[in-house]
C-alpha cells in the first residue's frame, strides 16, 4: 500500500529503452540523502514502476488524470503523448526532458558528431560522476576497421564499396552497417565507425539524461 505521502510515477517506455528506465527506478530507489542534502527526490517519498508502451496503451483508459506518467524514448507512444505545449526545461547535446501537467517527456533527440562538442558532453557527465571510457575520435576510426575486416573475413578491403557490397558485408559483420549505404558509394570504415560511435554515445546520453533528470528534474516534476 502506498502511504498518503507518497506519490506514484509510471515510466513508459519501449524495448530500446527499457533499460534506462530500469536505471531511473534505481536510482529512485536509493537512501542517497544526508543531513544536509536531499539528491533528487526525498527518500522513500516516491513509489515507481515501469511499463512497457504496450501495457501502458492496454491500461490507459483506467489511468487517472492526477498520475504522474514519464514517457522515456522515441517509441510510437512516447511521440503520441508529445506536444508542442509541453515545456522543454532541459535540451543540451541531444537530450532533452520536460513536461506539461503530469504527464512528461525524456529523451535523445539527436546524436553528437562534433568532436568539440562531444568533449563538451563529456565534462558534463564527469560532473554527474559518470566514468564513461571516452571516445578517442582520432583512433575510433583504426579501430572499428579492424574489427570489420576480421568478422568480414576479408569479405572486402577498408577501400571504397558499392551499397550492393556494402549492404553484403553487413551482414558478414553481425549488422553494424546495416542502413548506412543509402547515400550511394562510401567507405565501409567511415560507415561502421559512424554506426558505433553513434550507438556508444547515445548510450552514454541516455545514462547522462537519467542522472540529469533524476538530479535536476524529478522533483519539479512530481510537484506538478
Request: charged content about 25%.
Amino acid at each position: 500500500m502506498i502511504g498518503n505521502n507518497m506519490k506514484k510515477l509510471i515510466i513508459v517506455c519501449d524495448d530500446k529503452t527499457e533499460k534506462y528506465a530500469n536505471l531511473l527506478r534505481q536510482l529512485i530507489s536509493l537512501k542517497d540523502d544526508t543531513e544536509d542534502e536531499v539528491l533528487g527526490i526525498k527518500d522513500g517519498t516516491v513509489d515507481v514502476v515501469v511499463w512497457k508502451e504496450k501495457h501502458y496503451s492496454d491500461n490507459m483508459a483506467t489511468i487517472s488524470s492526477k498520475e504522474h506518467i514519464l514517457f522515456l524514448g522515441n517509441g510510437k507512444v512516447s511521440k503520441n503523448e508529445f506536444n508542442s505545449s509541453m515545456k522543454m526545461y532541459y535540451d543540451q547535446f541531444g537530450m532533452t526532458y520536460g513536461w506539461l501537467g503530469n504527464r512528461g517527456v525524456i529523451r535523445v533527440t539527436t546524436g553528437i558528431e562534433d568532436e568539440e562538442e562531444y568533449n563538451k558532453f563529456a565534462e558534463l557527465y564527469s560532473s554527474y560522476d559518470l566514468n564513461f571510457e571516452k571516445i578517442d575520435f582520432k583512433n575510433f576510426s583504426e579501430t572499428v576497421a579492424d574489427t570489420v575486416d576480421k568478422k568480414t573475413n576479408g569479405l572486402f578491403s577498408k577501400n571504397k564499396f558499392s551499397k550492393a557490397a556494402l549492404a553484403a558485408g553487413a551482414l558478414a559483420a553481425g549488422g553494424l552497417a546495416a542502413g548506412v549505404a543509402a547515400g550511394g558509394i562510401v567507405s565501409v570504415s567511415e560507415a561502421v565507425v559512424s554506426v558505433n560511435r553513434q550507438k556508444k554515445m547515445k548510450q552514454q546520453q541516455y545514462q547522462t539524461l537519467i542522472v540529469a533528470f533524476y538530479r535536476e528534474g524529478l522533483a519539479k516534476f512530481l510537484e506538478e
